[in-house]
């Protein structure tokens, strides 16, 4: 079969299997992988078996991310639009650096930026990169405020270096995301000299706890706890900007939420892979102030030379990149935006379909199902995790374990555009029928 013939028929496969597959490989699948080859091999090998080999042992050992019955961690699927540009995309090969390498991509990425910024209720004025995840969109819209905070102080944190820097504060609420402090870190603002800001029953900031600053303070606010699902509430930006702080929203999935309205912050960092349901890897970051972005980030060389729009690799952490924003692009256009909205009303629905069945049968729902996020617990902890355990080994679906306010207690993500009302209810009976008997 010739090359393009062996892969579509690859994708078909896949494709067709999604259905009746298990949504996690079963371990005898995954011990195929110790068959592959451990040492580089010393002669070429031929594409066709390259592709047999990907087609008969690795797609069956993939986790099944685009099946509407997954729902670990926050997972979006890929929409056809989306998977199809990707794959195109990826043929083209383009560079994302510069509109000299790559005219098509930086065009698509402008117009994609634009949309997103319009549904995220964004100003159309601020500044948009495609990075590889939320965890480099927090660093991006922090590392502009960064740059804004010190200068104001009257320090050039990308001359000079941090090491006799001003400080200032940062505040974080106390259910900030992991990758937060990953990014404080990387960003020498430091993990621990936060400000913890204690949160509510849902894990949202408690505007009646915020602190007085007294100083122009980096406040990171956090759209969709990945637990609950909860917003920070938009007027902690009012109390944050009276003493002229930097606000950075972290809404890695709740920025899509119909009730997510930051308009007024400084900086926003979202997922396209998570709920705009667009391939791996795809994050995307904005910030108010041009000017802040590529105060931070820009580079000077010989060869670059710009009319005047700002260069993708002046307003992002990366040099090089591949198109990120054809596949974006792509999934936008083939929703509309009533199609987002949609997609998006449809999986909070899921949601409150899976607690209130499981509610109705017993099994205690932990948050308030707002979003599309839902904490599911029997009576003790063993019970439980015998009970997630169940359901993973069944192979229908799939949902994870998470802590919730020190109890256990299994976290079902609904995410994806693939999940229909019949996955909810297939998945519904599943979990009802592993619950243990004793
Ligand atoms: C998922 C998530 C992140 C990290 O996103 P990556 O895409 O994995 O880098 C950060 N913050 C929140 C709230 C998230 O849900």
Not at 103 to 132: C, D, M, R, Y
Not at 157 to 171: I, K, Q, R, T, W
Not at 391 to 400: H, L, M, R, V
Request: charged share 15%; net charge negative; hydrophobic share 40%.
């Amino acid at each position: 079969m010739p090359l393009h013939s062996c892969l579509l028929a690859a994708i078909d496969t896949y494709e067709r299997d999604r259905d009746t597959r298990r949504v996690f490989p079963t371990q005898d699948t995954l011990h195929q992988l110790n068959a592959l080859p451990q040492h580089l091999p010393t002669n070429p090998t031929d594409l066709t078996t390259i592709l047999d080999t990907l087609a008969t042992t690795i797609a069956p050992a993939t986790v099944l991310t685009t099946s509407g019955r997954y729902f670990g961690f926050v997972t979006g699927g890929s929409l056809p639009a989306a998977t199809a540009a990707n794959i195109l995309a990826t043929t083209w090969d383009q560079n994302a650096a510069l509109s000299l390498m790559s005219p098509a991509a930086t065009h698509l990425e402008t117009i994609a930026l634009n949309w997103i910024a319009q549904l995220l209720h964004i100003p159309a004025t601020a500044a948009g990169t495609f990075v590889t995840g939320a965890t480099m969109a927090n660093f991006t819209g922090m590392v502009a405020a960064r740059h804004k905070l010190l200068k104001d102080k009257g320090h050039n944190a990308e001359l000079d270096g941090l090491f006799n820097a001003p400080a200032f504060p940062v505040v974080v609420g106390d259910e900030v995301h992991a990758t937060v402090y990953k990014a404080l870190a990387m960003l020498g603002l430091g993990r621990n000299r936060v400000i913890k800001v204690p949160t509510n029953s849902q894990g949202a900031m408690d505007p009646a706890h915020f602190p007085t600053l007294g100083e122009p303070a980096l406040v990171c606010l956090q759209a969709g706890n990945v637990n609950t699902g909860a917003l920070d509430s938009p007027q902690l930006i009012d109390l944050a900007k009276q003493f002229n702080s930097w606000v950075h929203v972290d809404g890695a999935f709740g920025l899509w939420s119909p009730h997510a309205k930051y308009t007024h912050a400084d900086s926003w960092a979202t997922d396209g892979h998570k709920w705009l349901n667009v391939p791996y890897d795809s994050g995307i970051a904005f910030v108010k102030n041009p000017a802040d972005l590529t105060g931070a980030l820009a580079v000077t060389a010989s060869y670059l030379n710009s009319d005047g729009a700002i260069e993708p690799i002046q307003k992002s952490p990366d040099s090089s990149r591949r198109a990120r924003g054809i596949d974006a692009w792509a999934a936008l256009l083939s929703l509309g935006e009533q199609g987002v909205r949609d997609m998006i009303e449809t999986c909070c629905q899921h949601a409150r379909t899976f607690a209130s069945e499981l509610n109705n049968k017993g099994v205690h729902i932990l948050n308030e199902v707002n979003l599309n996020q839902v904490l599911a617990a029997l009576d003790t902890e063993e019970k439980t995790t015998q009970w997630i355990d169940a359901i993973q080994q069944e192979g229908t679906c799939w949902a994870g374990s998470t802590i919730w306010r020190g109890r256990r207690a299994m976290r079902i993500s609904v995410s994806s555009h693939a999940t229909t009302q019949i996955d909810v209810e297939r998945s519904i009976e599943v979990m009802l029928r592993s619950i243990p008997s004793s």
